[in-house]
């Protein structure tokens, strides 16, 4: 499973965008930053929606169930 934390992005809620992969999880938190936070995307460049995506993929953390 792996978990990327809305204020690892900066946000202030206690948000966790949960998945399988890099991908799901990337589009889950853009899903709940578009509902949660559309300040943030409005009006954004797609150089920037790249960083952004790239940011979020390096924050993404790996959580294993043993």
């Known amino acids: 499973m792996k978990i990327l934390a809305c204020k690892n992005m ?6 966790f965008a949960k998945g399988n992969s890099d991908d799901e999880v990337i589009n889950k938190m853009l899903n709940h930053m578009r ?4 300040e943030k ?17 390096a924050n993404i953390t790996e959580n294993k169930v043993v």
């Open 35 to 38: 509902e949660a936070h559309p």
């Open 10 to 15: 900066g946000g202030s809620d206690n948000y």
């Open 41 to 57: 995307l409005e009006n954004i460049s797609e150089e920037r929606m790249r960083t952004l995506k790239n940011t979020m993929k």
